[in-house]
Nanobody, 131 residues
Framework: QVRLLESGGGSAQAGESLNVSCRVSGDTYTAYCLTWFRQAAGKEREGVAGIFKDGGTIVADFVKGRFTVSRGDADNPLILHMSSLQAEDTAVYYC?????????????????????????WGQGTQVTVSS
């Protein structure tokens, strides 16, 4: 069973940059669609950015232009690069993995950004942005 472990969260000032990484173990990471979600206090979990099995990426409109996602090395295959951080980006950031996913079908609809679409989750890492 795949296991996910986030790292790199912390505190930042508005306008600064921060990266968070997801470590994948227990299975081959290329067998999964990997996505970053976030959940702010009192709000629903929302999809931020992800990488499909074929390496294609997708980024939510509400962070496009500020956040990007990339593959790291085999130990940390999912990295979220956050720039121009805003106080509204304060949340717990989670890494999620889905075994049965399709780049074409998931990217044209909202399946990629729905928490229910994912089978495995990390524990989350806190990101706090001060204005």
């Amino acid at each position: 069973q795949v296991r996910l472990l986030e790292s790199g969260g912390g505190s930042a000032q508005a306008g600064e940059s921060l990266n968070v990484s997801c470590r994948v173990s227990g299975d081959t990471y290329t067998a999964y669609c990997l996505t970053w979600f976030r959940q702010a206090a009192g709000k629903e979990r929302e999809g931020v950015a992800g990488i499909f099995k074929d390496g294609g990426t997708i980024v939510a409109d509400f962070v496009k232009g500020r956040f990007t996602v990339s593959r790291g090395d085999a130990d940390n295959p999912l990295i979220l690069h956050m720039s121009s951080l805003q106080a509204e980006d304060t949340a717990v950031y989670y890494c999620a993995a889905a075994l049965y996913c399709s780049h074409d079908r998931w990217s044209t609809g909202s399946l990629w950004s729905r928490a229910q679409s994912y089978d495995f989750w990390g524990q989350g890492t806190q990101v706090t942005v001060s204005s």
